[in-house]
C-alpha cells in the first residue's frame, strides 16, 4: 500500500520557469514531510520540509506548500535552473521517527 | 569528509552467499537507518538503530541481520542471498528527530546472479 504517492514519474520543464512537483498521501497520522533530491549515483539529499501545522515553508528558490484537507503537498522550484535536473523524492514522517518515501518524480530543466 | 559512507559501492555475487555492507557516519548523530531501494524506485525503511539499539525493525526477512557495533557504525549482513535481494541500499543517519532530516550515504548496488 503506498501511502505516499508521487503519480508523475516525470516532469520537463524549461530554464527559469516553475518546476511543480507534486505528492499525495493517504496517512492522516503523519506529522512532517520532507523533500529529497536525489542525483544518479548518488544518496538523497534533504532539500526542505514542512511541519504539519504549517501550509507554507520557503527557502530560496523552494517552497513546500502543504493542504491537509486533501492530504496534498507541493515542491515548488523558481526558477528552474539546469542543477535541478534530478530525481525529487517527497516523504512523510510520523512520531515513530519512520519516513515513507514516494517513488520519485524525474525532473529534467531543458535549456 | 563524507559524512555517511557505504562500502562497497558495488556488489555482485552468487545466489546462496553470505554478504555484509558496513556503514559509518562521522557526524556525531544517535540515530542510523538501513533502506532498500526496489526496482520500482520505492526506497522502503528496513531497519533504525538508536545508541546501538534496535528502534525499528520493518517486514524484512530474517536472513538480514544489522549490527551496530557503536553509534558511528551500522553495518548489514545478509545470508543466503536470493535474487530478490538485487536492489540499491542506502544508509542514512539523523540526530535524533531533528526536523526528520536524515543524511544519506551513496548507496551499495547489490546485484545478485
Known amino acids: 500500500d503506498q501511502q505516499v504517492k508521487q503519480n508523475s514519474p516525470s516532469l520537463s520543464v524549461q530554464e527559469g520557469r516553475i518546476s511543480i512537483l507534486n505528492c499525495d498521501y493517504t496517512?492522516?497520522?503523519?506529522?512532517?514531510f520532507l523533500w529529497y533530491k536525489k542525483y544518479p549515483a548518488e544518496g538523497p539529499t534533504f532539500l526542505i520540509s514542512?511541519?504539519?501545522?504549517?501550509d507554507k515553508n520557503e527557502d530560496g528558490r523552494f517552497t513546500v506548500f502543504l493542504n491537509k484537507s486533501a492530504k496534498h503537498l507541493s515542491l515548488h522550484i523558481v526558477p528552474s535552473q539546469p542543477g535541478d535536473s534530478a530525481v525529487y523524492f517527497c516523504?512523510?514522517?510520523?512520531?515513530?521517527?519512520?519516513?515513507?518515501f514516494g517513488k520519485g518524480t524525474r525532473l529534467h530543466i531543458l535549456p | 569528509d563524507t559524512a555517511v559512507s557505504q562500502t562497497p559501492k558495488y556488489l555482485v555475487t552468487q545466489m546462496g552467499n553470505d554478504k555484509s555492507i558496513k556503514c559509518e557516519q562521522n557526524?556525531?548523530?544517535?540515530?542510523m537507518y538501513w533502506y532498500k531501494q526496489d526496482s520500482k524506485k520505492f526506497l522502503k525503511i528496513m531497519f533504525s538503530?538508536?545508541?546501538?539499539?534496535?528502534?525499528i525493525n520493518e517486514t524484512v526477512p530474517n536472513r538480514f541481520s544489522p549490527k551496530s557495533p557503536d553509534k558511528a557504525h551500522l553495518n548489514l549482513h545478509i545470508n543466503s542471498l536470493e535474487l530478490g535481494d538485487s536492489a540499491v541500499y542506502f544508509c542514512?543517519?539523523?540526530?535524533?528527530?531533528?526536523?526528520?532530516?536524515?543524511?544519506f550515504g551513496p548507496g551499495t548496488r547489490l546485484l545478485v546472479l
Open positions: 514542512i511541519s504539519s501545522i504549517k
Open positions: 496517512n492522516s497520522m503523519f506529522d512532517y
Open positions: 538503530y538508536n545508541n546501538k539499539e534496535l528502534i
Open positions: 516523504a512523510a514522517s510520523d512520531r515513530d521517527d519512520k519516513i515513507i
Open positions: 557526524l556525531g548523530h544517535d540515530t
Open positions: 542514512a543517519s539523523s540526530q535524533a528527530r531533528v526536523e526528520g532530516t536524515q543524511y
